[in-house]
């Protein structure tokens, strides 16, 4: 469908898998992407598509001809056609699925009925299960005529309404007569993932679990398809690279995204930085008359809001990830802040003492450098009781800390560092 | 050898997997660990220690007696013991080592010969291997006996020099007669570990395998042990912390580190973000004399550094993800520049625009203005430039550029911010 311009591949080409493929791609713009698309294996297309990057995709989906798409989805399994029909106008999602094989449309039917942070939508159906009422002797056929493969040595049992029973293992199989029933055989197994589960509630689940897959099911039992320490680890990178984008302050974008939307996405961010600046500003402007009188707190005043930005954004990005990781709670956090409070006490007293020492030398006046000492003390400890207090507060609130709380903490280190550092300059200058 | 004192604990602690116990072990303070310890049913002591986030263990098992350590560890795994070795004191360590059994000394004899970033070390060599020279008979046998998981329907097979030699599928041992010897059955495989590689680059092979884990082996073949996707997922979620605490300009450190550490480790980023805004001081105390004149300047500074502060921070993030991951590097980095460049430069005069209606309104100074917004643009556009081509150059010398870019990049955002604004200033109103 892609006319092939005559382009030399170097050899290397030819050995990379599916990841590597994706990451060349997440390199490239969208015009060298649509280039280069027919030189990728068709057999491995679809995987491509499914492991890059979530926003590279979009882009380079929204600009890929439909009947590409097509072709690249006829051999994809059921959790990679999600990942892609995710990003596609409803229409044109429709449209493809209805190009698919009917198994195929009726396994996607069910992973359309949840939500995209559910697990249910991306249970990987394409897995090898066994009925209960098979014989050990049907087992072992299959077994020797497929390559599937038993992550983690034992099988998927089902019975007749494909409701899970259980497991069971390779060794106990060998150890029965052909005869038995795999019924007999069935280990029951606990650990399932229910299909309401989020994503990374089930991708905990499997990394708690010594398994390399986990089935997930219904309310009632009904077995899904699986779910694996693989998908687990790509659920976990892009937590992650969220979490650290966000932190930039950027959203989590294809490095070659249009012009135009990067601009627009980040220009999110910028506006809520313009008005916090702003903020800092009008807290400035009350100020103005001892501004005026020594031009040396407008010299001094960075440091105060500054070096209160870092202590509360150390102590924020240690709660953060207490409470992401659940290590941090009602039980704890007190014991947390009472610990984080005197380690900013401390470096608040520290770095004062060096500060007045400095700015002594500097402008030898002994009433500035007591009060810019004052302003970063109680800059630092407030700084670091808003950094434990904002996220536990945005997360009782059910909004993302990581997302909110920097924010939000910035205005609160700028306003008090500003405000104690020219409201005691106001006290001890203006008479 | 700790004192059991009478506890209640919850009944759900009786179904507590390792990695859930070793979340529990991590929002407690030392003190309550140690008390909590004897309550881990044994055979999980050594996975919960293994499994703990490295700063949380080190300070854990800097206070658990010897004794203790040694009665967790007889039961452990090579890496486990590895994790637990890194932290302890030499000397301490070789007296543990010494009690163990010598296949379990000499393993680690081999493990200590690599370094903490090298994937040799954490090889575990606790996985079945099948000697080329076995009958499908014995191997038949083996599996029916043990308890042995295959992770990804094969297993490791060597010769007797423990050279590995590739890997035996299930599904060839059962469509083989008994007598076949596994020699014949091999299928070589190319996806191997080298034991040199670092922890990064060994998951990056899981990953991109379809395996559940790959064999780790010396230069000369020799089978070491198995790096599994559960490792990579480890190592993944380290490196992730790692990079997300360095943002938030912190150690990646225990919550409930003692105060005394927290707050040396603190100093560091905080005495390194004090010269930088000392600097910025410096730049602002080069032109007193025209915010003597102009007082709203000193009001308005704060703006200009913080607006730049974010551009820089987007392009910053984004260029050290793509160098992380490989999507980034010479032949792309031009197009990546000219686009963030583009995008500054439109976010710049939107946003520059917006502020000169703002401060046209409360300040009614058309010139201060002007220089308000002509200073935004030229420092979006410059920290946007910095943002790509600061961690280019680390990379390149060979510094990671998460943890020193965006401390430069705040110096270069704050020095150029200022330095345009005042600049023009002094241009402007000083006669």
């Known amino acids: 469908a892609l006319a092939i311009e005559p382009i030399e591949l170097p ?15 997440e390199g490239l713009t969208n015009d060298q992407r649509i280039k280069l698309w027919a030189f990728i294996p068709v057999e491995l297309q679809s995987t491509v598509l499914a492991v890059m990057r979530e926003d590279a995709r979009n882009q380079f989906i929204a600009v890929l001809p ?13 959790a990679e056609v999600m990942g892609i029909l995710d990003v596609l106008p409803k229409r044109t999602a429709a449209k493809l699925v209805n190009k698919l094989d009917p198994v195929m449309q009726s396994v996607l039917e069910t992973s359309l009925s949840y939500s995209s942070n559910q697990v249910g939508r991306y249970a990987n159906a394409n897995v090898y299960t066994v009925n209960e009422k098979a014989s050990v002797k049907d087992l072992i056929n299959e077994i020797k005529s497929s390559d599937i493969t038993n992550d983690g040595g034992s099988y998927f049992v089902v019975d007749d309404s494909l409701i899970y029973v259980g497991e069971v293992k390779i ?20 650990k399932v993932i229910l299909d309401q589960a989020s994503l990374l509630e089930a991708s905990d689940l499997v990394r708690g679990s010594n398994k390399a897959a986990l089935p997930i099911v219904t309310k009632t039992g009904v ?25 930039g302050k950027v959203s989590d974008e294809d490095l070659f995204a249009p012009v135009a939307v990067s601009a627009r996405r980040r220009a999110v961010w910028l506006g809520i930085n313009l008005v ?71 470096n608040g007293v520290l770095w004062a003492m060096l500060v007045t020492v400095v700015t002594m030398y500097w402008f030898d006046n002994p009433g500035l450098s007591s009060i810019l000492a004052l302003a970063m003390v109680v800059n630092m400890t407030i700084a670091s009781f808003a950094g434990i207090m904002i996220p536990m507060i945005l997360d ?11 924010v939000i903490l910035t205005t609160v280190t700028d306003v008090t560092g500003f405000f104690v550092f020219l409201g005691s300059a106001t006290l001890l200058f203006i008479h």
Chains 1, 2 share one sequence.
């Open 396 to 406: 009782k609130l059910g909004i993302d800390p990581a997302l909110a709380g920097s």
């Open 171 to 190: 060794s106990d199989i060998l150890n029965s007569s052909q005869k038995t029933d795999v019924k007999e055989l069935v280990i029951p197994n606990e």
């Open 11 to 25: 050899d290397v080409c030819q050995t990379l898998n599916s990841f590597q493929w994706a990451g060349v791609f």
């Open 223 to 247: 077995f899904l398809g699986q779910f694996s320490i693989h998908d687990a680890l790509d659920v976990f990178q892009a937590h992650y690279e969220e979490q650290l984008a966000h932190m």
């Open 276 to 346: 916090t600046a702003f903020l800092a500003s009008f807290v400035i402007g009350i100020f103005d008359a001892v501004l005026i009188e020594v031009v040396a707190l407008a010299v001094l005043m960075p440091i105060v809001a500054s070096m209160g930005g870092i202590t509360g954004s150390q102590t924020l990005t240690l709660t953060i990830r207490g409470l992401a990781t659940g290590q941090l709670g009602k039980g704890n956090f007190k014991v947390l802040r009472s610990k984080e409070l005197k380690v900013a006490a401390i």
């Open 66 to 78: 439909q009947q590409v798409i097509a072709e690249a989805i006829s051999s994809a399994t059921n």
